[in-house]
């Protein structure tokens, strides 16, 4: 890679890092499904792997859809500061390692994270330049029969989950840009142009 010099002595500054991208939008709008296709066909986005005291669900292994702590773990990390952000969900806790973050936009790779309402709010409070994606479902009736559709929660898991679902959609507007997941390989696409 050749650094580009102006007319005078100094040199033009390399390429801009890359900035941090947050994909929020409410419980079972598709944001995995979305993240997991773009990462299929573009590996070199790195995808942050959020620690959380949720047992895992069939299939899910530690360090790959999540890095699974006690109650006691999570508490060290944000006691000594280690998550970048960290939220509580469904009687669940769920956060942002800080270092692998930083350290992969330090390396000027693209950096993605799927993260809720509550974590998308804190990172844009530590990270003011991220830039905050917002997934929206086509209709809410489509986005009560995903969640339901699912198979995997209780009743009032589900009945937890439609409530706070009304309240992140309400949060639209505190985004930078809306995705409406109406086509999973559209949103991918999409998604990828913003990261790079």
Do not use: C
């Not at 995995?32 to 299929?40: I, L, P």
């Not at 942002?96 to 930083?102: A, G, H, I, N, S």
């Not at 995705?179 to 990828?192: G, I, K, M, P, Y």
């Amino acid at each position: 890679m050749s650094t580009a010099v102006s007319r005078g002595t100094s040199p033009v500054s390399p390429a801009r890092q890359p900035r941090l991208t947050v994909l929020s939008g409410p419980s079972g709008v598709g944001k995995s499904t979305v993240v997991a296709h773009m990462r299929k066909a573009h590996p070199e986005v790195w995808l942050s792997v959020s620690a959380t005291t949720r047992k895992p669900r069939p299939g899910e292994r530690d360090g790959v859809q999540y890095f699974f702590v006690d109650d006691e773990q999570f508490d060290k990390l944000v006691a000594n500061g280690e998550l970048l952000e960290w939220a509580e969900f469904a009687g669940n806790r769920y956060g942002t390692p800080r270092q692998p973050v930083l350290d992969r936009l330090a390396a000027g790779q693209p950096v993605l994270l799927e993260i809720d309402l509550q974590g998308a709010r804190q990172v844009r409070e530590s990270m003011a330049d991220a830039r905050l994606v917002f997934l929206a479902p086509p209709s809410w009736d489509e986005l009560v029969r995903r969640l339901t559709g699912r198979g995997t929660e209780s009743p009032e898991v589900i009945e937890r989950r439609l409530a706070a679902a009304k309240v992140e959609l309400a949060a639209e507007s505190e985004f930078d840009v809306t995705l409406v997941n109406t086509s999973v390989e559209d949103v991918a696409r999409e998604l990828l142009a913003l990261l790079r």
